[in-house]
C-alpha cells in the first residue's frame, strides 16, 4: 500500500550504526516500550516521535544507558552495548533541562566529558575552543550557565554533548524548553550543526512539526510499539493506520466498505457521504474483510459552492466554522451525516469570495488523494 | 480617601511586621549586649551588682569611666588563650566528626524513597523531643565505669578492666557529635533534596564514573549545605557549657566552663563579660563568612 514517492532523502541508505533488537521494558508489570526494533543508519537524523507515554523516552534511556532494558539488545557499530553502564557507553545525550552543571563555566562544562577521558590539557583547551567556535559561544567562554539565556544554554549543552565526537548524538525533546519563536530557528541551526559534523542523531520529541523539520526519518510511537517508519513525506503522505494519520497533523477519516477493487482504482462506499470515494490506484486488499477507513488531508479537501459534475469524491455539507488563521482559513463543514470535515483554503487573495457561516457547501477531492486504511 | 487610609494602615501593617523582629532584637539582643559590654569595663567590687558603675554623674561633670584591666588581664593569665584555643579546637574537631558522619546520612535521607523521607525526618527529630540534660546524663550512665557499655564487654569477657571513658574528651566529643548531629544533618539533606539528578545522568554520560560524580559534582553543589550545617553546630558548640561540665574531665578546657567559674565561683563580672565579649568577638568572624557565602549563594541562584 505503501506509495513510494520521491523523497528528497537528504541521506542515501547507508549501513545502520545502531540497531535496537526487540527490545522491551516493563514498569512494575506495564509495557513502557514493548518488543521495538529499530535501525538508525549511519550519519542520519532520525526522531522518535510520539506522546506522552509512548513509550519514546525510555527507549531513548535505555539506549543512553540509563535504564537497562528487561529484554532484547542494543548493537552499536555491532558492538553489544546492552550491559554497558551509561559512562562506557560512546554516546552522547543533550537532556531537556540540558543538565549544564550549574558550578562550572561554559568552559569547564564542554571541557567535563574531555576531562573524563584523560587529555592533555592542551588537547582539551584546543577541543574546547574548537566546539565554542562550532556553537559560536567563543565570547560567553567564562559565563556560568545562570547567566546565558535559554538559546545560549542549548548551545552550550549541544557543545557539551559533541565535545566527545560521539559515535551517535542523542536528543530528548532539544526544544523543549525554547519559546516558539527561538525554536524555529534553533531547530534549523541545531541540523546544520549535526550534518556539519556528521553525527548520527536520534532524537525524541512529541512535536510533529519539529520532528518534520529536522529528522530524515521519523518513527511514530504509540503505547511502547513503533507504528510506522519513513521520512516525512512518507508518513504524512502514506500513513499506514488511521493513529499515524490522525498523530500528524489532522485528517478527515470515513468509515466504508470496498466495493470495487480493479487494478487501476478502487471504489469504497460510505455512509457518512452523499457520493462513493474512487481512488485512482488498486488497493490490493482481501475483499473478506471490507470494512476500511479512507483518510483525506483537510488541504486536499477543497471547497465549493456548485455541485461538482463528478458521481464520486464529493458531499455536500453546511459551513459549521471558519478559523481564520492568516496564511490559511480552516472551514469546518457539517456533512448531512452529521460528520464534520475540515478543509483548508489558503488565503491568497486579500478578499476573496471564501463561504461564509451556514453557507450551503460542495466538499471534494482529487481521487489520488485518498488514503485507505485497514486498522 | 479611603484608598489613603488603607495606604496608611497598609503602610501601618507592613511597619509593625518589619518592626517586630527588630524589637525582638533590640530587647533580648542589643540591650543584654549593652549590658555584657558596659560590665566589661567595670571594676569588681564586693558589693550588690558586684561591679562599679563605668558612668558616674557627680560636681557637675559626668564620668566615663572605661577600665581595660578585664581583657588585659585575659591576655595576662595564659588560662584564657588556652581555653579559647582548646574550645576552638573540641568545637572544630566535634563538628567535623558530625559532618564526617551526617552527611551520607543526610545524602541516604535524600535518596530515600520519596514516602520514607518523612519517617527518616522524623527519627533525626525524635531524640530533640526530650530534654537536653537527660539525653546527656543518659550518655553518663553509658559512658561511665560502671556503665552499660563498660558492664557489657566486660560480661562478655572483651576487657577485664573498664576502659575509662567518662570525664574525658573523648566523652566531649560522643556529647557533642550526639547532641548537634540534627543541626548538621538537616541542612545538608535540605540542600540535597533539590540536587537536579539529571546534572549525575549528564556526568555518567559524558563518562565520568558515580563516585567521581559524586566528587566533581554532588559534594561542590552541596557546599553551601555543608557550610550551613558547620556553623549551626559549631557556634554554639565553641561556647558548650553543659557537654563539658557532665563529660568531660578535669583537664577539658572550654571558655563556657572558664566563664561559669569567674562567674559564679570567682564572682567576678567584670572578667566573665569580658571573657564573653571576646567570645562573641572571635565568633562573628566566621557568621560574617557565613553570610557572605549565603548571600553570594542567592545572588546565583
Known amino acids: ?375 | 480617601m479611603s484608598a489613603f487610609v488603607q495606604r496608611l494602615s497598609g503602610s501601618l501593617g507592613r511597619r509593625t511586621l518589619i518592626g517586630i523582629p527588630f524589637l525582638w532584637l533590640l530587647l533580648f539582643f542589643l540591650i543584654p549586649f549593652a549590658i555584657v559590654l558596659k560590665i566589661s569595663f567595670a571594676e569588681m567590687q564586693i558589693s550588690i551588682p558586684p561591679y562599679s558603675s563605668v558612668v558616674e554623674y557627680a560636681d557637675e561633670s559626668l564620668n566615663i569611666v572605661l577600665n581595660l584591666g578585664n581583657y588585659l588581664f585575659l591576655l595576662d593569665d595564659d588560662l584564657y588563650a588556652a581555653a579559647y584555643l582548646s574550645s576552638i579546637q573540641i568545637a572544630l574537631n566535634a563538628t567535623l566528626m558530625a559532618l564526617l558522619l551526617g552527611y551520607p546520612m543526610a545524602y541516604a535521607m535524600a535518596r530515600a524513597p520519596a514516602h520514607m523521607q518523612t519517617t527518616l525526618l522524623l527519627l533525626i527529630l525524635l531524640p530533640s523531643w526530650t530534654s537536653f540534660l537527660i539525653r546527656i546524663y543518659a550518655w553518663m550512665g553509658l559512658l561511665s565505669n560502671k556503665g552499660l557499655i563498660n558492664n557489657a564487654l566486660i560480661s562478655l569477657g572483651v576487657i577485664t578492666d573498664p576502659i575509662p571513658m567518662m570525664n574525658t574528651n573523648f566523652a566531649v566529643y560522643i556529647g557533642m557529635v550526639y547532641a548537634y548531629l540534627p543541626f548538621v544533618i538537616l541542612p545538608i539533606y535540605a540542600n540535597l533534596i533539590k540536587h537536579d539528578q539529571s546534572l549525575l545522568e549528564a556526568a555518567a554520560d559524558l563518562g565520568c564514573p558515580p563516585w567521581k560524580a559524586f566528587l566533581t559534582i554532588t559534594l561542590p553543589l552541596s557546599k553551601a549545605g555543608i557550610l550551613a550545617g558547620f556553623m549551626l553546630m559549631f557556634i554554639p558548640a565553641v561556647g558548650e557549657f553543659v557537654i563539658p561540665e557532665l563529660l568531660g574531665g578535669p583537664d577539658t578546657l572550654m571558655i563556657g566552663k572558664v566563664l561559669w567559674q569567674e562567674f559564679f565561683n570567682n564572682r567576678d563580672w567584670p572578667v566573665a563579660a569580658s571573657l564573653a565579649m571576646v567570645m562573641l568577638l572571635l565568633l562573628i568572624i566566621p557568621i560574617m563568612i557565613f553570610h557572605r557565602q549565603q548571600a553570594k549563594e542567592l545572588e546565583a541562584a
Open chain 1, 1 to 375: 500500500m505503501t506509495v513510494d514517492v520521491d523523497t528528497p532523502s537528504r541521506q542515501p541508505e547507508k549501513p545502520a550504526i545502531l540497531q535496537v533488537q526487540t527490545i522491551t521494558k516493563t514498569f512494575d508489570g506495564v509495557y513502557a516500550v514493548d518488543d521495538v526494533s529499530l535501525d538508525i543508519r549511519k550519519g542520519e537524523i532520525f526522531a522518535l516521535l510520539g506522546g506522552s507515554g509512548s513509550g519514546k523516552s525510555t527507549l531513548l534511556r535505555m539506549i543512553a544507558g540509563f535504564e537497562k532494558p528487561t529484554s532484547g539488545r542494543i548493537l552499536l557499530d555491532g558492538q553489544d552495548i546492552t550491559d554497558l553502564p551509561p559512562y562506557q557507553r560512546p554516546v552522547n545525550m543533550m537532556f531537556q533541562s540540558y543538565a549544564l552543571f550549574p558550578h562550572m563555566n561554559v568552559e569547564q562544562n564542554i571541557a567535563f566529558g574531555l576531562k573524563q577521558d584523560g587529555l592533555s590539557k592542551s588537547e582539551i583547551k584546543a577541543r574546547v575552543e574548537e566546539m565554542l567556535n562550532l556553537v559560536h559561544m567563543t565570547q560567553y567562554a567564562r559565563r556560568k550557565p545562570h547567566q546565558l539565556s535559554g538559546g545560549q544554554r542549548q548551545r552550550v549543552a549541544l557543545a557539551r554533548s559533541l565535545a566527545k565526537k560521539p559515535q551517535m548524538l542523542l536528543l530528548d525533546e532539544p526544544m523543549g524548553a525554547l519559546d516558539k519563536k527561538l525554536r524555529t530557528q534553533m531547530q534549523l541551526e541545531l541540523v546544520n550543526i549535526i550534518e556539519d559534523v556528521g553525527v548520527t542523531c536520534l532524537m525524541v520529541t512529541h512535536d510533529q512539526e519539529e520532528a518534520m523539520t529536522m529528522a530524515d526519518r521519523i518513527g511514530i510511537m504509540d503505547h511502547g510499539e513503533i507504528v510506522q517508519t519513513g521520512s516525512p513525506k512518507d508518513i504524512y503522505e502514506s500513513p499506514n493506520s488511521r493513529m499515524t494519520a490522525e498523530f500528524i497533523g489532522s485528517c478527515n477519516i470515513f468509515e466504508g466498505s470496498i466495493v470495487t477493487d480493479e487494478a487501476d482504482h478502487a471504489v469504497i462506499e460510505s455512509h457518512l457521504l452523499d457520493a462513493p470515494v474512487r481512488i485512482g490506484h488498486g488497493i490490493a486488499t482481501n475483499l473478506e474483510n471490507p470494512q476500511v477507513w479512507v483518510a483525506v488531508r483537510p488541504e486536499k479537501t477543497m471547497l465549493q459552492h456548485s455541485k461538482p459534475a463528478s458521481n464520486e469524491n464529493w458531499s455536500s455539507g453546511v459551513v459549521d466554522d471558519i478559523a481564520y488563521l492568516g496564511t490559511h482559513s480552516v472551514y469546518y463543514v457539517r456533512l448531512p451525516s452529521g460528520q464534520v470535515v475540515q478543509s483548508t483554503m489558503v488565503n491568497s487573495e486579500r478578499h476573496s469570495h471564501h463561504p461564509t457561516w451556514n453557507d450551503q457547501v460542495y466538499v471534494c477531492w482529487d481521487e489520488s488523494s485518498p488514503v485507505v486504511l485497514n486498522q
